[in-house]
């Protein structure tokens, strides 16, 4: 099982990005997949999530109105579209997979099975 978190970069502030997690060796349209982000002296924070077990979805109060999960089966990739992006969005966003049933997308951080590497978001100028 892997996840390959992809599509971070620089961005001026208003920009847009989309972020990437690819999964491999299991099918993610039935699991939980949720994306977190760091940024440095900061605790990790969730971002969103899409639970393909209840169908349901969440998007952190902080990235609401800006952000969009979505997931491509056929590609078995979830997507995280961020537009409006904010000096305060920089950090590396990660994504992870709950790879058991039960929780939609209130899955406790330390249940998350897998993680993926992270992609660096830095909004500047």
């Known amino acids: 099982v892997q996840l390959q978190a992809s599509g971070g970069g620089l961005v001026q502030p208003g920009g847009s990005l989309r972020l990437s997690c690819a999964a491999s060796?299991?099918?993610?349209?039935?699991?939980?997949i949720a994306w977190f982000r760091q940024a440095p002296g900061k605790e990790r924070e969730g971002v969103s999530c899409i639970s393909g077990s209840d169908g349901s979805s969440w998007i952190a109060d902080s990235v609401k109105g800006r952000s969009t999960i979505s997931r491509d089966n056929a590609k078995n990739t979830v997507y995280l579209q961020m537009s409006g992006l904010k000096p305060e969005d920089t950090a590396v966003y990660y994504c992870?997979?709950?790879?058991?049933?039960?929780?939609?997308?209130?899955?406790?951080?330390?249940?998350?099975?897998?993680w993926g590497q992270g992609t660096q978001v830095t909004v500047s100028s």
């Open positions: 992870a997979t709950y790879l058991g049933a039960g929780y939609g997308c209130y899955v406790p951080v330390g249940q998350y099975d897998y």
């Open positions: 060796g299991f099918t993610l349209d039935y699991y939980t």
